[in-house]
């Protein structure tokens, strides 16, 4: 089986641009999850989708969304970017909602 | 706000000892555990998942889990250099609840 595939690896941005980033979870996991890594606060949880619903939703501004089609991939956006977006944007997939995550390489955000 | 919390570290153990990763959590409605370990550059693979309280041994890594004090640990037996990487402890609450990660505990082992 192919692993959870993000897509861009690695992009840089200016401030105030937004930025659309994708995943695609392994094939018939239904449930999808991303998270923004930064060396000072770790990962902390954006949102969780299943089934094209949204499920959870962590403690970012409205600027960040995202979205998941019914094919199972997702797609999370943030728009006016501030310097603090840089971080490394995981996703990962499961087949239920449960804590056995499988994640993708990750899209590593530069907002200058 | 339902927290983890890890260790702050780094922990750095000889090849052959036991390495011993602590994180206690908040949340006295957590049901689920687990541990991700992270390699440099990579991006976290889970290694164990432990529901109740006890022991739990796959390999060299035993997860221990103890629901009253709300403790949650990972030994790892003779460590290894492969070792040698950020271990992530990870709890949920169930159902339609989201995973929480600590801050994470970077491990070296030397050889």
């Known amino acids: 089986k192919a692993g959870v595939t993000q897509t861009p690896r690695y992009l840089i941005k200016t401030r105030g641009q937004q930025v659309t980033l994708s995943c695609s979870p392994i094939?018939?996991?239904?449930?999808v999850s991303w998270y923004q890594q930064t060396p000072g606060q770790g990962l902390q949880f954006l949102f969780e989708?299943?089934?094209?619903?949204?499920?959870n939703k962590g403690n970012f501004p409205g600027r960040f969304s995202g979205r998941q089609f019914s094919n199972s991939r997702s797609e999370m956006n943030v728009s006016t970017l501030e310097l603090g977006d840089s971080a490394l944007y995981l996703c990962?997939?499961?087949?239920?909602?449960?804590?056995?995550?499988?994640f993708g390489e990750g899209s590593r955000l530069t907002v200058l | 706000q339902k927290e983890v919390e890890q260790n702050s570290g780094p922990l750095s153990v000889p090849e052959g000892a036991i390495a011993s990763l602590n994180c206690t959590y908040s949340?006295?409605?957590?049901?689920?555990f687990f541990w991700y370990r992270q390699y440099s550059g990579k991006s976290p693979e889970l290694i164990m998942s432990?529901?109740?309280?006890g022991d739990k041994e796959d390999g060299r890594f035993t997860a221990q889990l103890n629901k009253a004090s709300q403790y949650v640990s990972l030994l790892i037996r003779d460590s290894q250099p492969s070792d040698s990487a950020t271990y992530l402890c990870a709890v949920t609450g169930g159902a339609n609840s989201k995973l929480t990660f600590g801050k994470g505990i970077t491990l070296s082992v030397r050889p």
């Open positions: 989708y299943f089934s094209e619903t949204q499920r």
């Open positions: 432990i529901y109740s309280n």
């Open positions: 949340d006295r409605g957590s049901q689920s």
């Open positions: 990962a997939s499961s087949e239920q909602h449960t804590g056995e995550l499988f």
């Open positions: 094939s018939g996991h239904r449930s």
